[in-house]
T-cell receptor, first 118, second 113 residues
Framework: GAVVSQHPSWVICKSGTSVKIECRSLDFQATTMFWYRQFPKQSLMLMAT?????????EQGVEKDKFLINHASLTLSTLTVTSAHPEDSSFYIC??????????????FGPGTRLTVL | DQQVKQNSPSLSVQEGRISILNCDYT??????FLWYKKYPAEGPTFLISISSIKDKNEDGRFTVFLNKSAKHLSLHIVPSQPGDSAVYFC????????????FGTGTQLKVEL
């Protein structure tokens, strides 16, 4: 199997507060996890690559001080949205890369977290 | 620059018929391609993948075809079922790219009774 969980599934917070989202690979170890953001009726936008034991790699235009990523173990990565503002409201999805036959990696996605900042 | 394109935002098919979803890419470095299915407010579910060394991969009702010279891939679903109604994303990656996926814009498939 390849199951990835996310917690919480939805969160509502006040502007200026910080929110932490957890991503776990439940039945495999993942040295690499990814964080995406999806706006309504749009594709998934990669925010950052999370590597176990090292700093995350952020995509262009993504503020690393705003979106803190910690890949604490081979099964857990966290995304913290710091000082959240209404424009941060979105659907955040994580994925974990599982190595398959032939050395190719397939990303398995979590169910997503709906963040609403009031 | 949209490197992976799904030119049909929506597709409607009758139950039992074949659904064909298309995807084009521009980056010749891509060597691994995947299809995901996504329901609203859920994460994408992996369906099937294909490496650039192959031109076809089949898994049950799902078959992916890759035409490297045309930089085109397609997903065939046969027979289509109402439960297949969802948004389908194709995605691509390349060796040495850190497993990063580039997603297409998605095609909304509706399978009608």
């Amino acid at each position: 199997g390849a199951v990835v969980s996310q917690h919480p599934s939805w969160v509502i917070c006040k502007s200026g507060t910080s929110v932490k989202i957890e991503c776990r690979s439940l039945d495999f170890q993942a040295t690499t996890m990814f964080w995406y953001r999806q706006f309504p009726k749009q594709s998934l936008m990669l925010m950052a690559t999370s590597n176990e034991g090292s700093k995350a790699t952020y995509e262009q235009g993504v503020e690393k001080d705003k979106f803190l990523i910690n890949h604490a173990s081979l099964t857990l990565s966290t995304l913290t949205v710091t000082s959240a503002h209404p424009e941060d409201s979105s659907f955040y999805i994580c994925s974990a890369a599982k190595t398959g036959g032939g050395g190719t990696d397939t990303q398995y996605f979590g169910p997503g977290t709906r963040l609403t900042v009031l | 620059d949209q490197q992976v394109k799904q030119n049909s935002p929506s597709l409607s098919v009758q139950e039992g018929r074949i659904s064909i979803l298309n995807c084009d890419y521009t980056n010749s470095m891509f060597d691994y391609f995947l299809w995901y299915k996504k329901y609203p407010a859920e994460g994408p579910t992996f369906l099937i993948s294909i490496s650039s060394i192959k031109d076809k991969n089949e898994d049950g009702r799902f078959t992916v075809f890759l035409n490297k010279s045309a930089k085109h891939l397609s997903l065939h679903i046969v027979p289509s079922q109402p439960g297949d109604s969802a948004v389908y994303f194709c995605a691509a990656s390349y060796t040495g790219g850190g497993n990063k996926l580039t997603f297409g814009t998605g095609t909304q498939l509706k399978v009608e009774l």
